[in-house]
Each structure stands twice: as structure tokens, then as C-alpha cells.
């Protein structure tokens, strides 16, 4: 089955500095790259998505590339503040399969 | 914007209790999931369904059990709580159709004293 891995498990950055987090998947049929935030005591909501037939999509401070030879995708966030603060999961899925498959999850925390 | 919805929210109970956690999602998907989560640490996947009257265990074993009678409710049940069922519980649901995303529900906290 497909495998997620996701990099770092912390990461620490300083208001206004970008924060960038990695993750790498098996299944080089996966061709669905949800991004997750989860903000204290919430569940989580859904940031950005990519498809495979894409190599990036940016959304305003945050952006998310693709590079299907490598099997990796990561979400970058430029301008950090302090509510981006929160735990970040990825997750990959492929066509046939009926549910995601999650990372270990990120918990970025932006220092002001 | 998903509307799925969990209840209750916090919940201490005392060992050996039953307890529901009830998870209701007016979207019409047709998959649910409930995940188990300790406080920022990994998801896992309990049970799952694709429809009614169809239930699966998921990756992690879980001594809760799930129905699906209606479309919109997949409530999960602990016949028995113990300490070690103390976690957060995420209700998920996902539309038919391949590369879809799924939508989490706001979690229900279970402290079992």
C-alpha cells in the first residue's frame, strides 16, 4: 500500500521567514496531495490540494510543488505569522483507493 | 466549508462505561472514517464505511465499533471505556468519486477517569 512520509516533525521559524515542509510518497500511481492544518483543539481543515497533471499551486502565502519523478510534494508558506502556528499533515491518494493516506503530521510553530 | 458535526465535544466518563460518540454529516457523502488522534500526534484510521450497512475496521485496532443505518450518522461506540481509550476522536466523511478530498469533523475529547 502507499507509504507517506513527512519531514521535519517540528520546525520552528521566526515571524516573517518562510517555512517549508516536505513529505515523500510510494505509490507512483498517487495522483491526489491534500494539505492538512490542525490548530489546538480543532480537527483538521483542508489548506490546499494538488493534482498530479500539475507541478504547483499557489493560494496567496501558500504554495504546494509537485514533482512526480522524485515522488516528493511540499508546502512552502512565505510570510509567516503567528496563527499559522498549528500542525500540518500531508497526505496522498491514488485512483482506486478509497481513503487517504496520512504523514506523521509537522507541528510548525512561528515565533514572533 | 464542510458541515459535519460531532457530539459531544469533551466528554469524561468512568471506566467501564458505554459511551456513543455521535457523528453527523448533511453533505450526502457516502464515505465516512473515524480517526483516532492523541494531541498533535499521527492519525489513525479506526473504521471506515463507503455506504449503508457497510462498516470496515481500519489500520489501527480500536475496541469501538461503528453502524451506518443512515447515510448521514456513522455514531461509534465503546461498550466498555477504559483509560487507555482516552484520545480524540476526528469523524471524517469524503464525496463519491476518485480524488476527493475528506472533511474532518471538530473532534470529540474522551477522558476516561
Known amino acids: 500500500g502507499e507509504n507517506v512520509e513527512q519531514h521535519p516533525s517540528t520546525l520552528s521559524v521566526q515571524e516573517g521567514d518562510s517555512a517549508v515542509i516536505k513529505c515523500t510518497y510510494s505509490?507512483?500511481?498517487?495522483?491526489?496531495f491534500p494539505w492538512y492544518k490542525q490548530e489546538l483543539g480543532k480537527g483538521p481543515q483542508l489548506i490546499i490540494d494538488?493534482?498530479?497533471?500539475?507541478g504547483e499551486k499557489k493560494d496567496q502565502r501558500i504554495a504546494v510543488t509537485l514533482n512526480k519523478t522524485a515522488k516528493h510534494f511540499s508546502l512552502h508558506i512565505t510570510e509567516t505569522q503567528p496563527e499559522d502556528s498549528a500542525v500540518y499533515f500531508c497526505a496522498a491518494s491514488k485512483p482506486s483507493a478509497r481513503q487517504l493516506t496520512f504523514g506523521s503530521g509537522t507541528q510548525l510553530t512561528v515565533l514572533p | 466549508e464542510a458541515d459535519i458535526y460531532q457530539t459531544p465535544r469533551y466528554l469524561v466518563i468512568g471506566t467501564g462505561k458505554k459511551i456513543t460518540l455521535e457523528c453527523s454529516q448533511t453533505?450526502?457523502?457516502?464515505?465516512m472514517y473515524w480517526y483516532q488522534q492523541d494531541p498533535g500526534m499521527e492519525l489513525h484510521l479506526i473504521h471506515y464505511s463507503y455506504g449503508v450497512n457497510s462498516t470496515e475496521k481500519g489500520d489501527l485496532s480500536s475496541e469501538s465499533t461503528v453502524s451506518r443505518i443512515r447515510t448521514e450518522h456513522f455514531p461509534l461506540t465503546l461498550e466498555s471505556a477504559r483509560p487507555s481509550h482516552t484520545s480524540q476522536y476526528l469523524c471524517?466523511?469524503?464525496?463519491?468519486?476518485?480524488?476527493?478530498?475528506?472533511?474532518f469533523g471538530e473532534g470529540s475529547w474522551l477522558t476516561v477517569v
Open positions: 505509490d507512483s500511481a498517487s495522483n491526489y
Open positions: 471524517a466523511s469524503r464525496p463519491t468519486g476518485t480524488g476527493n478530498t475528506i472533511y
Open positions: 494538488i493534482r498530479s497533471n500539475v
Open positions: 453533505m450526502g457523502h457516502d464515505k
